[in-house]
């Protein structure tokens, strides 16, 4: 039996050209991430790690290099055949949140197994095990910090993906909330999902089973 590997990146490079001036964002980063694991991408603001998660999960093209997803090939593909791998293979968790302030935390994670055309997550068991299943009718705005985290991810997990990937989730929360998600997104891991995870934080270094360092859009050994 061959084993699909989750995430694969090989050589990816990611330019930026405005008139005279280029930036070199990622200049050839390769790794995978398998099954059940959880890597951190560290690195100083401005290392490429957004560019990096946007190449991963197809809402930006990489100049060149190839993603793999579930062995499905992501990079060099249009603009719909990405976002049909990303709706069937990848849930994302976003910098800013996942929700939307007029739907309740159900509403919003019905939604998003709506746009993804995949139900087989038993949304009530999502909401359960993130605790939330008692917020199922709330709005947003009457959701604490952490609520707010866990119903963003229950969003990102909807399409029970086989990568989870996150742009700094844990940016702007406290310290209490921030262990939370980590916890889930290690519980996650644990259940066979990839995890991939960008921060500059020590307590998602410490959370991950590797971590992967960005130093001007190289990965250092
Ligand atoms: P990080 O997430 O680690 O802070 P980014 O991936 O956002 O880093 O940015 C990496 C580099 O690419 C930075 O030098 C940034 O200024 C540049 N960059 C990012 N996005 C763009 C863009 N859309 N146009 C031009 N330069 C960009
Ligand atoms: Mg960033």
């Known amino acids: 039996m061959t084993v699909v590997v989750p995430l694969r990146v090989e050589r990816l490079y990611r330019f930026y050209r405005a008139g005279d001036e280029e930036t070199l964002a990622l200049r050839g980063v390769t790794f995978q991430v398998d099954a059940g694991e959880f890597l951190a991408v560290s690195g100083p603001s401005g290392s490429g790690k957004s560019t990096l998660l946007g190449c991963v999960a197809g809402t930006d093209e990489p100049s060149g290099g190839t993603v793999w997803i579930a062995g499905h090939r992501m990079s060099h593909q249009p603009a719909a055949a990405r976002a049909r791998l990303r709706g069937d293979h ?132």
């Open 90 to 221: 990848l849930g994302m968790l976003a910098q800013e949140r996942n929700l939307f302030d007029h739907l309740t935390v159900a509403q919003n994670l019905r939604l998003a197994q709506h746009l993804a055309r995949q139900n087989s997550v038993d949304a009530r068991r999502l909401l359960d095990e993130l605790g939330l299943a008692a917020r199922a009718d709330s709005f947003p705005s009457q959701l604490s910090s952490g609520e707010t985290a866990r119903a963003g991810l229950a969003v990102a997990l909807a399409n029970d993906p086989a990568i989870l990937v996150a742009d700094e989730p844990t940016g702007e929360l406290d310290e209490a909330t921030e262990e939370q998600v980590l916890a889930l997104l290690g519980s996650r891991a644990e259940q066979g999902t990839a995890v991939l995870v960008s921060s500059h934080s020590a307590m998602v270094r410490r959370a991950a089973d590797r971590v992967l360092q960005l130093e001007d859009g190289i990965v250092q050994p």
